[in-house]
């Protein structure tokens, strides 16, 4: 599951949201289902350990496996990417990852021009990437997520009910509060990068630790609470394409939802930046592709049979290097923009003029902005879908490439330090 996760993230990041069918890689939530198999996994573990207390939770056995797995590799990826930034400012004259701060509006902390120094020591210190690129705030999550898991899990113990139900209240109560926060206005990299927004998903992660078959009694809220969630999931991505005018010129809809984009959002969430489509009433949408992903694919495929174990193996082997792929993902779609772009080319429009427009010129459509699949016709339509599904493999090939050497170094390096930590 892990594996189609990452899949769908690297596609969304290839091209964006350059078409509307784009929508198509995120309305599984891959980051939402990410969260609910990181509380899944971690309580299991738990469980194993029959880890009570908060005294035995927070142990340094954690702590020493948490930096092992999740801030080592982050420690050691910003390190390349410092040297990447010290070798281009030579010949360029600009750090990469300031010019892309400014350009991006991902982060605003501190001078981010293309001719100041490099990002802002205080991203340093609550976890960010060194280069903040797409998805750069699951990295700053995870680093609460070691701080912050084993109180969750704490509420779980005595009763898993109230536990959920304290999850979700946290999460409604952040984003109901959300919107009048200004903080979040200036810096927007601190609401997109808080856990509070995905306390329900990582709750409901552990919650399905106790029961994980689909149409059990236990997870029949999951089943009933998907269909809103899909509704709204549906209206974020393509609400002003399937819904009919007299839907969207509703006073009860457009007092629910309002415009956001191609669709539509929830009127009392925040939604700036990009995250309408994230909050506790879509979160079961993902719970449930979750647990049909546990409960219809085999966990084990035939090892009789040659091609049954060779997938098996793949995607087992494969699944180990899904953190590894989402940092490498970061440092190369971020520096992809101001190193082949230049200052003010975006990598959609550029894509454009490269691969589209002589596909599409005959239906006089002349900028990214302007396209739409109902002025093409069949033939064109089925070369510009081929062609994105091209380049989308094209990127998971290579930062697949590029994870497994960035896992082999990260591998080689880490040997001394679990012996030290062994001794110690």
């Not at 982060?107 to 991203?123: D, E, H, K």
């Not at 269909?227 to 007299?246: K, N, R, T």
């Not at 174990?309 to 923009?337: A, D, E, G, P």
């Not at 960035?406 to 001794?423: A, C, G, H, N």
Request: glycine share 4%; aromatic share 20%; charged share 10%.
């Amino acid at each position: 599951m892990k594996v189609i996760c990452i899949i769908c993230v690297v596609a969304i990041h290839t091209l964006g949201w350059f078409f509307p069918i784009d929508s198509l890689w995120q309305i599984i939530q891959p980051v939402p289902v990410f969260f609910i198999i990181l509380g899944f996994n971690r309580a299991n573990s738990f469980k194993r350990n029959n880890l009570q207390n908060l005294y035995e939770i927070y142990s340094f056995k954690y702590f020493k496996n948490m930096f092992i797995r999740l801030v080592f590799p982050l420690i050691l990826i910003n390190l390349l990417c410092f040297l990447i930034d010290i070798i281009l400012f030579f010949p360029t004259g600009f750090h990469i990852n300031g010019w892309s701060n400014t350009y991006n509006g991902i982060v605003s902390w501190g001078a981010t021009s293309t001719s100041a120094g490099p990002v802002s020591i205080f991203y340093f210190l609550i976890g960010a990437p060194y280069f903040p690129g797409p998805g750069s705030f699951f990295v700053l999550i995870l680093m609460q997520f070691i701080l912050i898991f084993p109180l969750v899990y704490k509420l779980f113990i005595k009763s898993p009910l109230a536990g959920l139900i304290l999850c979700f209240l946290i999460d409604l109560g952040f984003q109901f509060a959300a919107p009048y926060i200004s903080l979040f206005d200036e810096y927007h990299f601190l609401f997109s990068g808080i856990i509070l927004r995905y306390i329900s998903v990582i709750g409901l992660g552990i919650w399905f630790t106790s029961n994980k078959k689909l149409f059990s009694r236990q997870n029949l809220f999951v089943i009933i609470f998907a269909v809103p969630a899909f509704f709204i999931l549906l209206c974020f991505y393509w609400g002003s394409y399937f819904l009919p005018e007299f839907v969207l010129n509703n006073p009860i809809f457009n007092a629910i939802f309002k415009t956001d984009g191609a669709g539509y959002s929830l009127q009392l969430f925040r939604t700036y930046p990009w995250w309408g489509k994230a909050n506790p009433l879509t979160y079961c949408f993902p719970a449930l592709i979750f647990l049909l992903f546990i409960n219809i694919l085999p966990h084990k495929l035939n090892e009789k049979k040659l091609i049954s174990r060779s997938i098996y193996r793949f995607f087992k082997k494969y699944s180990k290097l899904t953190y590894h792929i989402f940092l490498v993902q970061i440092v190369y779609f971020f520096i992809n923009i101001p190193v082949s772009q230049g200052y003010s080319v975006s990598v959609n429009e550029s894509f454009f003029e490269s691969f589209i427009r002589p596909l599409v010129r005959p239906f006089r459509i002349k900028h990214s902005w302007e396209f739409d699949f109902s002025l093409l016709n069949r033939s064109a339509t089925f070369e510009v879908i081929l062609l994105k599904l091209l380049i989308i493999f094209v990127n998971i090939l290579l930062i697949s490439l590029l994870a497994f050497g960035f896992y082999k170094i990260e591998s080689f390096l880490k040997k001394p330090l679990e012996r030290t930590v062994r001794k110690n």
